[in-house]
C-alpha cells in the first residue's frame, strides 16, 4: 500500500486551546488544514512504530470523514494498532479511559465539547497523551511550533474502512480494530458504584431519573447504563440519538441551552434527579425536584460523601478545583484534613495530581467533575455517583444539598457568560482590570473591603511549570471574590466570564436566590470591568 509524502504549506492559527484546536468546520475544511495539525502531532511525538493508538469523536459534523483522513496518516507515520469507536463515536471520557486500559501511546479525541455542530457551526480535535488525559502545554506548545512550519504531511493512498462494524482489519502494517465505544467504559463505572443498590432503587421506582443525552455522544452509553444495565425506565433517557448537528440545539448542559430538561424539572411531576451532558459527555448539569445543583455545590458534595461509595470507601487523598471554582470544596477539604489544590481553569492541571496521587476528586465551575478513574472529565460518572449516593442516603438532591450546606456553609456562587464580544474589546476588558490592579488592595466598595487583587499564577506542585495570567481575582476580607477571566473554548470571538461569590454560615439565610444574594458584587463587577458599556450589550448572554 503506497505511502505519499505531500506538499503542504503551514498556517498561522494551529495553537490548541484549554481542550485542544477547536475553529469553525469551514476553517478545517481548507487545503490540507486537519492534516497539517495530525502531521503536526505525529512529528512532535516521533518514534510511533508498533504502538497503539485511540481514535474517536463525538459524531459531530466532519466526524466521519476527519477519522478516515486520521486513520490513512496513522498508517503512513507507522503507528502499530488503531482503535476506534463503532461509528467513530467514543465520548471523551471513555477516551481517556480507553487510552489507559490498553496501555495506549495516546489518542485522537475529535470534539469541539460543548459548542453547536453543523456545517456552519463547529468543529474539534485534540491529543490525549499516554495517562489518558490531555496533553500538557509543553506538548502543545510543540506542536504549535510544527504547525507554523510544516511543509509535508505523510498519508497512505487506500480506500475508506468500515468503522461501523466491529472487528479487526488491516491497513498496510497497521491493525485498525473498530471497538464497541460503551463496553470498556461500562465496565469501569460498575467497579466504582453499587449498581445493584442503584437498580433496586430505579426498578422499584423509589428513584426516577430524566437524562438529557441533547442529541449528543452520550446516548448510546446513558441507553446502554441508565435504561438496559440499572433498569431506569424505558424514556429516562431524552434526544438520545446522536446527531450530526445536535439536532440544531446547543449541546451545553445549563439551565439555558437544556430547557427541556429544566422545564421537566421545575415542572408538577418532576422525577427524583435530572441530569444533562454535553456533545462529548465530558460535562454534566445535576438537578433535582424544583432545584438546581451548582457544578461547584456538586463538586463539594461529593467529596463529603465520596467515602459512602465502593470505589471510594477508602476515603479520599485529597481535591483540586479551577480557581474560578467556589470555595465549598475548600470548606469540605478542611473539614477532611485533606489538601485543596487550586489550578488555573483546564482538565490537563488536574493531570500532575492524579497521576502523582495527590488527589482523587476534581471539579470545574463549568459543568466538569471527576476523579481518578480517567484523566478527563466525566458528566455520565457525575450522574451515576448522584443516583448512587441518593440510593445511599434515601435522600431528595434538595435534602442532600440542604444538609449540605447547613454543615458546611453555602457559597453564594453565579457565572455570568458575556458571549460573541469582538476579541479587541474582550481584550481590553482584561486590559482594563489588569490596570486597575495596582490600586485595589485596601480600598473599600460598601462593606467590602479588598485583600487581595492579582491575575492568577500557578506554580505546578509536581513539575514546578509556571502557568501566568489566568484570570483576574479581587478577593475581599470577608472571603467574597469576583473573578473575571476571558473562555478559550469558543471559535466565534471572545466570551467573558465574570464569577461572583460570597460565603454564608448562617442557615436562615440559606434560601435567597443568588442573584439576590449576590447583587451588589454583580454591580461591583459592571462597576470595574465596564462589560455592558464597552460591549452594548444589556446582559449576560448565559446566567448558571
Not at 516521533?46 to 486520521?70: E, H, M, P, S
Not at 487583587?453 to 481575582?473: C, L, M, N, T
Request: proline fraction near 5%; charge should be negative.
Amino acid at each position: 500500500m503506497p505511502i505519499e509524502t505531500r506538499k503542504t504549506t503551514p498556517y498561522s492559527d494551529q495553537k490548541p486551546g484549554t481542550s485542544g484546536l477547536r475553529k469553525k468546520v469551514k476553517v478545517f475544511l481548507q487545503k490540507n488544514y486537519l492534516e497539517n495539525f495530525v502531521q503536526s502531532v505525529f512529528d512532535t511525538l516521533g518514534d510511533t512504530a508498533g504502538k497503539t493508538l485511540v481514535l474517536g469523536g463525538d459524531g459531530r459534523y466532519l466526524n466521519r470523514q476527519a477519522i478516515q483522513t486520521i486513520v490513512k496518516m496513522s498508517a503512513a507515520n507507522g503507528v502499530g494498532r488503531l482503535l476506534i469507536g463503532q461509528g467513530g463515536l467514543l465520548s471523551t471520557p471513555a477516551a481517556s479511559c480507553v487510552i489507559r486500559k490498553h496501555k495506549a501511546l495516546g489518542g485522537f479525541v475529535l470534539s469541539a465539547s460543548h459548542n453547536p455542530g453543523g456545517p456552519e457551526e463547529d468543529f474539534g480535535i485534540k491529543y490525549n497523551v499516554t495517562n489518558g488525559g490531555p496533553a500538557p502545554e509543553s506538548f502543545t506548545d510543540a506542536v504549535f511550533a510544527r504547525s507554523r512550519v510544516i511543509d509535508q504531511y505523510r498519508i497512505v493512498r487506500a480506500d475508506d474502512i468500515d468503522i461501523d462494524k466491529i472487528g479487526e482489519t488491516r491497513l498496510g502494517d497497521m491493525t485498525v480494530q473498530i471497538i464497541d465505544p460503551v463496553s470498556d467504559y461500562a465496565q469501569l463505572m460498575e467497579h466504582l458504584f453499587d449498581f445493584s443498590l442503584i437498580e433496586s432503587g430505579l426498578k422499584s421506582g423509589a428513584i426516577t431519573l430524566s437524562y438529557d443525552a441533547m442529541h449528543a455522544v452520550t446516548g448510546p452509553y446513558a441507553k446502554r447504563i441508565l435504561e438496559e444495565r440499572l433498569g431506569a425506565a424505558i424514556g429516562s433517557v431524552m434526544n438520545g440519538i446522536p446527531l450530526e448537528d445536535f439536532g440544531g440545539g446547543h449541546p451545553d448542559p445549563n439551565l439555558t441551552h437544556a430547557r427541556e430538561l429544566a422545564d421537566l424539572m421545575f415542572g408538577a411531576r418532576s422525577p427524583t434527579l435530572g441530569a444533562a451532558s454535553d456533545g462529548d459527555g465530558d460535562r454534566n448539569m445535576i438537578m433535582g425536584s424544583q432545584f438546581f445543583v451548582t457544578p461547584s455545590d456538586s463538586l463539594a458534595v461529593l467529596a463529603a460523601n465520596a467515602h459512602l461509595l465502593p470505589g471510594y470507601k477508602d476515603g479520599l487523598r485529597g481535591v483540586a478545583r479551577s480557581m474560578p471554582t467556589s470555595q465549598a470544596v475548600d470548606r469540605v477539604a478542611h473539614a477532611m484534613g485533606i489538601e485543596c489544590y487550586e489550578t488555573p481553569t483546564g482538565w490537563k492541571f488536574f493531570g500532575n495530581l492524579l497521576d502523582a496521587r495527590k488527589i482523587t476528586l476534581c471539579g470545574e465551575e463549568s459543568f466538569g467533575t471527576s476523579s481518578d478513574h480517567v484523566r478527563e472529565k466525566d458528566g455520565l460518572w457525575a450522574v451515576l455517583f448522584w443516583l448512587n449516593l441518593i440510593a445511599v442516603r434515601k435522600q431528595s438532591v434538595a435534602e442532600i444539598v440542604r444538609e449540605h450546606w447547613r454543615r458546611f456553609g453555602r457559597d453564594y456562587y453565579s457565572r455570568h457568560d458575556y458571549e460573541g464580544m469582538p476579541a479587541e474589546i474582550g481584550d481590553s476588558i482584561i486590559s482594563r482590570l489588569r490596570a486597575q490592579l495596582p490600586g485595589l488592595v485596601g480600598k473599600t466598595f460598601g462593606p467590602y473591603q479588598v485583600s487581595v487583587a492579582d491575575d492568577f499564577s500557578y506554580h505546578d506542585p509536581v513539575d514546578g511549570s509556571v502557568s501566568e495570567k489566568q484570570g483576574i481575582r479581587i478577593i475581599f476580607e470577608n472571603g467574597a471574590r469576583i473573578v473575571f477571566r476571558l473562555s478559550g473554548t469558543g471559535t466565534d470571538g471572545a466570551t467573558l466570564r465574570i464569577y461572583i461569590e460570597r460565603y454564608e454560615r448562617d442557615p436562615a439565610e440559606h434560601n435567597q436566590d443568588p442573584q439576590e444574594a449576590l447583587k451588589d458584587l454583580i454591580e461591583l463587577a459592571e462597576s470595574l470591568s465596564e462589560v455592558k458599556t464597552r460591549t452594548g450589550m444589556s446582559g449576560p448572554t448565559v446566567i448558571t
